[in-house]
């Protein structure tokens, strides 16, 4: 039962689809759930400088304006994010990513795909790379990971119906 439960929280969160000659999922589709952080965040900072202007002193007049060039920063980084989908797609054997419906762009074909670990300030995620050159250029396909409890079940759940779904479309022939 738990995997069940599991499974739909993966598949809600990453908004697998699964046909028969393709796999596609979007791996920053849960930061919608930031943006509304950062929205609320933006205006109750802009709304307080806005009033308050006037009467702020140049420390705290800093400090607002830093807060909210940050929170912009992240709210437009996310919202760049989101739409992003990779559709591995085993007819052509080739990898694409999607920026929005209508643009699409070829990433690398089924042989040239390593998927490899990209680690950074103790955090670390799963990759995609060409061969021989999947350190100068790769794309994310999944949230951070880190050693708690919490994400090694995220992690767990995203081996076995993420990257084993995408190994076993790499490795099989058409």
């Not at 006037?54 to 940050?70: D, H, K, N, Q």
């Amino acid at each position: 039962m738990k995997w069940k439960k599991l499974w739909n929280m993966i598949k809600d969160r990453y908004q697998l689809v699964e046909t028969a000659t393709s796999f596609s999922f979007r791996p920053f589709y849960h930061y919608k759930k930031r943006l509304k952080w950062y929205l609320s965040l933006i205006l109750i900072v802009a709304g307080y400088l806005f009033i308050e202007f006037p009467r702020l002193s140049e420390t705290l007049l800093i400090i607002g304006v830093t807060v909210l060039l940050l929170s912009l920063y992240f709210f437009m980084k996310e919202m760049v994010l989101i739409p992003i989908t990779y559709i591995f797609e085993q007819s052509q054997r080739m990898v694409y990513r999607r920026f929005s419906p209508c643009s699409q762009q070829e990433i690398m074909p089924f042989d040239d795909i390593v998927i490899l670990r990209s680690s950074a300030h103790g955090v670390w995620h799963y990759a995609t790379g060409r061969k021989r050159r999947q350190f100068l250029k790769n794309y994310a396909i999944s949230e951070n990971f880190n050693d708690s409890n919490k994400k090694e079940t995220r992690r767990i759940a995203f081996e076995r119906e993420i990257l084993d779904k995408i190994e076993n479309l790499i490795s099989s022939n058409p």
